[in-house]
């Protein structure tokens, strides 16, 4: 049975729009929404059965304890479909999730929302009705705390670089670094596999700053060779809120005499929305300070153009979902509008996931220039990109 009634919990306006729209074009017969839990318990207490409830766990002006149990006495509620920004929130969340009884939950997504994981979360529910129960998810553990932090202290944590190029002179012009984690049991651990821990455990500044270090130091050595590569890191939104985060970002470029402009750095675009006024003032300052700044994940969160006009972002990263495909007409035009934007708005355009030379060939006919990819370069550990390098300038 396809799910016949949905109830959508957003405070946000827009995303709350967006996310209604999907779901009634994949199908949902009746999709009814509400801004906050008091809205939302009205709406149960007049419905006899609701297929699937989606609600924001890091939502902070959500009252979520209120809304369940208001949902598990009435028991009208089938199924709970919880999603959020960072992946930490939904590992903290479920496991709290695991004492209420009489819910269960279908599905737990990763913000931003991709119709493809919408798709196949209504599929399931259409095809088994029978969910499991929250205690019984398969929800991936996160690492312990105190591995973390002696993996920290123990340098473990490593900054690998990607390199970027001009698309269509085939010139390297810079690199993305890219943390890796050497575990002495796990082994080699990604950005997924680790993020979550740092993140629950407010270590992101801690592995921010050990990758600076890393980076710019290979930057300065590069630099006393004559080779001028910039370099970009990722940021979230909560660390643009910390004013100490910024201090050390300058404080460094002062430090190593280092201009900006060899910084780059890459917020999520999904995190853009509601920017409070310290993150605001600290996007400000990095720019201040000569850095770039990238607007990451690009076409998969829910920015206006007016907040693109906004922000001073001078780099939109386009997400690589939109490549793997390019024989289809959609992904072509979103690509060609997001370089006509990007355009209009005097901003540099890079192409994520560059995985196939007809993906190259189609992109630099659409008109694009800047690009990374396995395809082009994989990510690598510092002497490996430098031994790469050398091959890459001799080559």
């Known amino acids: 049975m396809f799910p016949d009634c949905v109830v959508v919990i957003e405070h946000h306006a827009f995303q709350r729009a967006v996310l209604v729209k999907a779901l009634g074009n994949l ?23 609701v297929d699937i409830v989606f609600f924001d766990l890091a939502d902070g002006s959500i009252n979520h304890s209120a ?6 006495e009435l028991g009208n509620v089938q199924t709970l479909v919880a999603y959020s920004e960072l992946q930490a929130d939904l590992y903290r969340t479920v496991k709290q999730m695991k004492t209420l009884s009489g819910l269960k939950l279908l599905g737990i997504l990763d913000k931003p929302l991709d119709m493809q994981d919408l798709q196949r979360l209504l599929e399931n529910f259409k095809l088994r009705h029978h969910v499991l129960t929250a205690p019984d ?5 996160l ?11 123990m340098g473990a944590f490593e900054a690998w670089y990607q390199p970027k190029f001009d698309l269509v002179e085939r010139r390297l012009f810079g690199v993305e670094a890219l943390v890796r984690w050497r575990h002495p049991t796990r082994g080699m651990l990604l950005p997924r596999d680790l993020l979550g821990a740092v993140l629950a455990y407010d270590l992101i500044d801690e592995m921010l700053k050990q990758l600076l270090d890393q980076g710019i130091a290979l930057l300065l050595q590069l630099r006393a060779q004559g080779i001028d590569l910039g370099m970009a890191f990722n940021l979230t939104a909560s660390q643009l809120v910390r004013n100490d985060l910024v201090d050390y970002i300058i404080q460094c470029l002062q430090g190593y005499d280092l201009p900006g402009s ?8 999904s995190s853009l929305l509601d920017l409070p006024a310290s993150a605001l003032a600290n996007l400000l300052r990095l720019r201040e300070a000569g850095c770039g700044l990238s607007i990451d994940d690009f076409g998969l ?3 206006s153009l007016r907040l693109l006009a906004q922000l001073p972002f001078n780099q939109i990263k386009l997400d690589g979902v939109f490549v793997q495909d390019l024989a289809n007409p959609g992904n072509r035009a979103v690509v060609a509008s997001s370089l006509a934007l990007t355009r209009a708005l005097q901003m540099d355009l890079i192409i994520e996931g560059v995985g196939s030379q007809p993906a ?20 690598m550990p510092g002497a490996d990109f430098c031994a790469w390098l050398e091959r890459y300038q001799n080559g």
């Open 262 to 269: 060899g910084l780059t750095f890459e917020v999520a675009e």
């Open 360 to 379: 190259l060939d189609t992109l630099i006919d659409l008109g694009c220039h800047f690009g990374q990819g396995f395809h082009l370069a994989v990510p």
């Open 67 to 72: 809304f369940l149990k208001v949902a598990g």
């Open 143 to 153: 690492i312990p705390e105190d591995q973390v932090r002696h993996g920290l202290a």
């Open 27 to 49: 199908g949902v017969g009746n999709v009814l929404s509400a801004s906050d839990a008091e809205q939302a318990i009205g709406l149960l207490k007049q419905l006899p059965k």
């Open 301 to 303: 969160g829910f920015s």
């Open 137 to 141: 998810l398969s929800v991936p553990e």
